[in-house]
């Protein structure tokens, strides 16, 4: 294939990043606003979720990343949020619902100071009384309102010793081990209103949210739309736009059409072959690299993944460059490694698998199987980060074959994905999935870590380096101890590392005031549309 150069793969990332910097400031053609009644200022977004999730706080994790980015985070706010202001650094921690925090020496206690005059959607109070009602809410078995379903999306709470009310307003959490992550954590340990609890329970949360944050649930049309309309009484910066609906549109091509079409204003994960086309007619491309792995994870205790030389023969066997150039279109970064370039542990000395089919060969034939090998692979057909995952493993599929890896390939939804993994026997060797590593205590459960994880992958040195990040208090410290971690994951070749998303959207050129950071959090407050 003819892969572009590095240079051009940079200036095509930068033309991106430049796009979703300066091109939303001015208006042109590109399809005018789909907007509201009566002028109403209305942004809709077609997004590739194939099913709404629960509304209730925790349960909308249940669709992954753009569950959180386009209902969470606009419905419910955490006592901390990612920081996305400077859209050229990693996310990192900011003030929400907690204006400030102290910490103790020892790293066990954490005092938070709660923002003022904070109120939920229904008038309800925010204060240390609602922070408490909402933990007990997820941590207390008796409690009318518990569900056990939610503290599996709130690992963080499991760290927590006791909550206790200093005064109305500061609250201190007491942990029952230093925790590193805890502030980074608690972003999306959402807060419901009590009162709506009293009144409705779970199940009423669940298709009436009622939380804090800059937009208040509207409407919800099943597998079809949801509706939101602006917080007036929000208690930072007040979104611009009267409304925000998302529809669902699973399919890339429909999403594309219903951009073209003036349906929708906005779309996720656009495909790449449409970009061009899409910029020529006025409309807006935006992306900016980020921590998000797209990777096939290998099942390491499972034939023939269990002989290390088979896995990096997997890595050196495939042309991530041509993936990325050629048929993303410079809308993602090759991964040579477990973390992206743009992510706070990464070292370009880790950038350790090249593409060299023959040395792909040789070390099949030196594990014992030179005449090839076949192995069975999951893979989520849409959704949350799945970028174009249909193309992209068939990709993989044909370049696997040209060394002796016959891949077969078996599709499967979101949710299927960890029903079967949590399963197990799946009858796969691999899993393809996306994630974000932006939150590193969730590694170990799911990638690697010695007492069990869905690929059985245990690396007792890297184990006991991540376990030290854990408790490291230093953010330097830390972040070398992780990014230790990275190297001997990659090195170990537990994943095949294909690339790094740049999350492309296409949108009209009259959305305006939007700059995409570099991380799948959104903060859609400063957005607009031109008249």
């Known amino acids: 294939m003819n892969t572009p150069s590095p240079r051009r793969r940079a200036a095509i990332v930068a033309g ?6 300066l091109a939303l400031s001015a208006c042109s053609s590109g399809g005018a606003p789909t907007g509201g009644s009566d002028g109403e200022q209305e942004l809709v977004i077609g997004s590739q979720m194939a099913s709404f999730p629960s509304l209730d706080t925790g349960a909308i994790t249940t669709a992954g990343y753009e569950g959180q980015r386009l209902i969470g985070n606009l419905v419910y706010e955490g006592l901390t949020k990612r920081d996305v202001s400077d859209p050229n650094a990693p996310a990192g921690v900011a003030p929400a619902l907690a204006e400030s925090w102290d910490v103790s020496e020892d790293g066990l206690q954490y005092t938070f100071h709660l923002q003022e005059d904070v109120t939920f959607h229904d008038g309800t109070p925010w204060d240390a009384d609602a922070l408490i009602y909402n933990i007990t809410r997820y941590t207390d078995e008796s409690d009318p309102n518990y569900d056990p379903v939610l503290i599996t999306y709130y ?3 499991t760290f927590v010793d006791s909550v206790e009310k200093v005064d109305d307003q500061t609250v201190t959490f007491t942990l029952n081990q230093p925790f590193a992550f805890f502030l980074a954590d608690l972003y999306n340990v959402y807060f419901a209103s009590p009162t709506s609890l009293d009144e409705s329970g779970a199940a009423g949360q669940a298709t009436n949210p009622v939380g804090t944050g800059p937009f208040v649930f509207d409407s919800l049309a099943q597998n079809q739309s949801i509706s939101f309309t602006r917080n007036e009484d929000y208690w930072g910066d007040v979104a611009k736009l009267d409304r925000l609906t998302v529809e669902l549109i699973p399919d890339p091509s429909a999403r594309t059409a219903a ?5 929708v204003d906005w779309i996720e994960a656009a495909l790449p072959d449409d970009l061009a086309s899409l910029e020529d007619a006025g409309f807006v491309a935006t992306g900016n690299p980020f921590d998000w792995e797209w990777s096939w994870q290998l099942m390491t205790q499972e034939a023939p993944f269990d002989d290390i030389r088979v896995r990096q023969a997997m890595n050196y066997a495939i042309d991530r460059d041509a993936i990325a150039d050629d048929l993303l279109h410079g809308t993602a970064a090759p991964a040579a490694q477990m ?3 743009a992510s706070l542990y990464y070292t370009a000395d880790d950038d350790l698998y090249t593409y060299d089919p023959e040395k792909a060969k040789a070390l099949l034939a030196e594990a014992g199987y030179p005449d090839g090998v076949d192995v069975t692979v999951g ?3 849409a959704g949350s980060g799945s970028m174009q995952a249909k193309a992209m493993n068939e990709a993989l599929q044909a370049q696997l074959a040209e060394v002796g890896i016959d891949v077969s390939l078996e599709p499967v939804d979101f949710s299927g994905m960890y029903a079967q993994l949590g399963e197990g026997n ?3 060797q691999a899993a393809n999935q996306a994630f974000s590593l932006e ?3 969730s590694w170990k459960g799911f990638w690697f870590g010695c007492d069990g994880n869905f690929f059985d992958y245990c690396n007792e040195e890297a184990e006991a380096l991540y376990d030290q990040a854990l408790v490291t208090v230093d953010d330097e410290e830390r972040a070398a101890l992780l990014t230790q971690v990275g190297h001997l994951v990659t090195q170990d070749a537990a994943w095949l590392f294909v690339a790094n998303d740049t999350a492309p959207r296409a949108m009209s050129s009259a959305v305006q005031g939007f700059e995409q ?3 799948w959090w959104l903060d859609f407050t400063s957005v607009s549309m031109a008249e």
């Open 439 to 441: 939150q590193p205590s």
């Open 339 to 341: 973390f992206a370039e």
């Open 259 to 263: 951009l073209r079409s003036g349906r």
């Open 517 to 519: 950071p570099k991380s």
């Open 379 to 381: 893979y989520i057909t």
């Open 16 to 21: 991106l990043v430049l796009a979703s910097s």
């Open 426 to 428: 799946t009858g796969w």
């Open 155 to 157: 690992t963080v709470l």
